[in-house]
């Protein structure tokens, strides 16, 4: 309970997970649902990407993923990085989707080294590291 400004009690509602600043908070302190929350952005414009552009030239399909599907993926990822194996795995499943949408007409698999992305868990360590020598700082 809390008082209003009247001095009025008010009941507060007790919630199994909140949204605040972008981000999923749960009781737990887990981040399971912000991983499933970001993974579901992701997919979801990586599919209207895929049903946007009939292309499917790798260089193009990079740009696109990195404009478009890594920030939903990457963001806020200093407050909530992933350290449970299923939700980077979770994570990871978007990345070998995105690969796999520019490499599905090709005949010729040496297009897998021309688009060599940073895994999406090197990239997550990257950015944690940049934060916590930003606070030693």
């Not at 605040?20 to 993974?39: N, R, Y």
């Not at 404009?67 to 200093?78: D, H, K, N, Q, T």
């Not at 950015?127 to 020598?133: A, F, Q, R, Y």
């Amino acid at each position: 309970t809390m008082r209003d400004k009247n001095d009025v009690l008010i009941l507060l509602e007790t919630t199994s997970r909140e949204r605040d600043l972008g981000f999923i908070i749960t009781p737990d302190l887990k981040w399971h649902d912000q991983v499933c929350h970001a993974s579901s952005s992701a997919t979801r414009i990586l599919n209207m990407l895929r049903n946007t552009f009939t292309t499917r030239d790798s260089r193009i399909w990079k740009q696109l993923y990195t404009a478009y599907v890594r920030p939903r993926l990457e963001f806020a990822v200093s407050v909530w990085s992933p350290y449970l194996k299923g939700d980077i795995k979770l994570l990871q499943r978007v990345q070998h989707r995105a690969t796999r949408v520019a490499l599905i007409y090709k005949s010729n698999m040496d297009q897998i080294v021309t688009w060599t992305m940073m895994n999406v868990v090197e990239r997550l360590k990257s950015k944690n590291l940049k934060k916590e020598s930003a606070e030693v700082n």
